[in-house]
């Protein structure tokens, strides 16, 4: 089932209330591995010229990106964690809320 612009997917109500921030969490998790996973990708292009300081700069360079990616997971800007939640909702057991 597609996302609409609004972020509203038509599922039940309960499938958008997951019992707790358990699966919410697992997905913003998710995310984030997703978006460092992409940034690592992009950064694997090298332009040269840029080895002022070596292996601490790509160390200081991952730790930035992984930061990065977390923020943006919680913010909810890209949408993939709610996309995931939503998916995986539906698997939940029916429960009393």
Known sequence: MAISPAGTTGLPERAAKPVDGEL???????????LRQMLASARNTDFGGNELFG??????????????AEVTAQ???????AAIEHQLARFLPEGDD
């Open 75 to 81: 913010s909810g800007q890209l949408g993939f964690a």
């Open 55 to 68: 292996e601490s700069d790509d160390t200081f360079r991952e730790m930035r990106d992984a930061r990065f």
């Open 24 to 34: 919410r969490e697992a997905a913003q998790q998710f995310e984030a591995i997703l």
